[in-house]
């Protein structure tokens, strides 16, 4: 690894202590099951041309953001980061927080991670609840194409940046995420 990404990389988890918010919300949503849930790599499928020149960069955050606009009205504090993926600008909200999922969203799969799925006129949103108490919101454009790589691989990274983070209330958005 580069000094310069190696740098980014530590400035990002030392600058992102996460703070708790007090609001609403006493259901905790129920993970769905991968086994259970058709796979949504066909979805990527619809566009055989992707417009992603990979790897994917964090722009912008994290930056520390309350209410969730795609959720019914609420206060939901969580980090929020930009990703420029080629042409794509992907936006991703990480939460500690307890999410009631909207009975709307849809299951599915991603590889081996199970996911709620939605969309709205122009952007598809997908949640991943890790079963450990944190949440991940992506929104995608809807030409984007590569939906499930792009969560695979965030998570993966993610999952080893909490794994080796000095401080677990850091929230180490990684920097790079590889895509086709």
């Not at 929020?80 to 794509?88: A, I, L, M, N, T």
Request: charge should be negative.
């Amino acid at each position: 690894m580069n000094k310069s990404l190696s740098r980014r990389l530590s400035l990002i988890c030392l600058y992102t202590a996460l703070l708790h918010c007090a609001c609403g919300g006493s259901e905790q949503a129920q993970l769905p099951q991968a086994d259970t849930v058709p796979e949504a790599g066909e979805e990527a499928a619809r566009n055989e041309t992707s417009a992603s020149s990979g790897p994917a960069l964090l722009e912008s955050g994290p930056v520390r953001r309350y209410g969730i606009l795609i959720l019914p009205a609420n206060a939901i504090g969580h980090y929020q980061g930009v990703y420029e993926d080629g042409e794509f600008s992907i936006t991703v909200r990480y939460t500690e927080e307890d999410i009631v999922v909207p009975s709307d969203w849809v299951t599915r799969r991603c590889g081996d991670d199970a996911v709620w799925f939605i969309t709205d006129d122009q952007i598809i949103h997908y949640l991943y609840g890790s079963g450990d108490g944190w949440y991940t919101f992506f929104e995608f454009p809807r030409d984007y194409g590569e939906e499930c790589v792009f969560i695979q691989r965030f998570l993966q990274r993610l999952r080893y940046f909490k794994s080796v983070a000095e401080s677990p209330d850091s929230v180490p958005l990684p920097a790079i995420v590889e895509t086709p």
